[in-house]
């Protein structure tokens, strides 16, 4: 009997002791009027009101908006009409056959454009041979010093002639439907104090044939507008190895993505190259027959004033000494 008298009261004490709160609960009081809205936003921060969107500044009125405008460009320029809108490419006229646009020098007769560039990778793999600066520079043989812009310019000049594009079908890929103006890509620089010149395909291995290739198809391309800029100079590419709407100039043909395979596309000809920083010229010229102006044409338009820098015929135009390492 005590021992059950016992249980009882254990039982008993037990329902009159209060249960704990649960912790986090200790102000919870559900019979407890809500909190009115402003008491329940009171110590927030204040929303923050952003200013209205700064619209871009207006564009140049001479800045050239598409290919057309590149075309008229040329062909004012070819005229000796001067071009003094603001924004418009910077073009001098030299003499009766040469010009300059930018840092690019164009000499009309013998139909070849000098790029001022210098020596970028001298290993590696690629998918460019040249690109400009801040462009996709850990891929490319060289990296050139002038606009893109103002490369395209320059083989307008010479009288060559984009790729004509089929873009009429926004579900496929679009299609050549006349190539551009084909053209033989040459590299210059100075070695033991005398002008060195290779081809470009000197400077490239083909990873499949273990080797330089051989002479190669190149094509003046001319790159696509992208809302009124020219593409090439917002992407900074300039001579491609794979296919590329962007680049000014392209290879023919495609031996694939060296990303892709150990025997696929090319990588930069170590034992051929001069050492990186080499102030180099990147010459275009054109391949065949094609518009010049002839041999004793009067000279059109303004001359430079006395004194004004001109590269002779066949040198190369100085190129700014790379940064030290």
Not at 30 to 48: E, H, L, M, S, V
Not at 72 to 83: C, I, N, R
Request: proline share 14%.
């Amino acid at each position: 009997m005590r021992g059950l008298a016992a249980l009882i009261l254990a039982v008993a004490l037990a329902g009159c002791t209060k249960p704990e709160t649960p912790p986090g609960w200790k102000d919870y009081h559900p019979d407890a009027a809500a909190p009115d809205a402003a008491a329940a936003t009171a110590g927030r921060r204040k929303k923050i009101e952003l200013p209205p969107p700064t619209p871009p500044p207006a564009r140049p009125a001479g800045e050239p908006k598409s290919a057309a405008d590149l075309n008229a460009l040329s062909d004012q320029a070819a005229e000796g009409q001067p071009v003094d809108k603001p924004g418009a490419p910077p073009i001098q006229r030299i003499d009766q056959y040469r010009l300059r646009v930018g840092q690019v020098f164009v000499d009309r007769k013998q139909r070849r454009v000098d790029v001022p560039s210098r020596l970028n990778m001298v290993e590696g793999i690629l998918e460019y041979f040249a690109v400009a600066s801040n462009g996709k520079l850990h891929e490319s043989v060289l990296e050139v010093l002038p606009e893109p812009s103002h490369i395209h310019l320059g083989l307008l000049l010479v009288g060559l002639e984009t790729t004509v594009w089929d873009r009429s079908d926004p579900n496929k890929m679009p299609t050549i439907t006349k190539a551009g103006s084909p053209l033989d890509l040459y590299v210059e620089w100075t070695q033991d104090g005398k002008t060195r010149r290779e081809r470009a395909e000197y400077f490239l291995y083909n990873r499949k044939a273990k080797g330089a290739p051989p002479t190669q198809s190149w094509r003046f391309q001319g790159s696509v507008f992208w809302n009124n800029r020219y593409a090439a100079d917002l992407d900074r590419s300039v001579v491609g190895l794979i296919p590329d709407e962007q680049t000014v100039v392209n290879i023919v043909g495609d031996i694939g993505n060296p990303y892709r395979g150990d025997d696929l596309g090319y990588e930069v000809h170590k034992e051929h190259v001069p050492p990186k920083g080499t102030p180099v010229t990147l010459v275009l010229q054109a391949r065949g027959e094609g518009e010049a102006p002839p041999d004793g044409a009067p000279p059109k338009g303004p001359t430079p004033a006395p004194g004004a820098p001109a590269t002779p015929p066949g040198a190369s135009p100085a190129v700014p000494s790379p940064p030290p390492p």
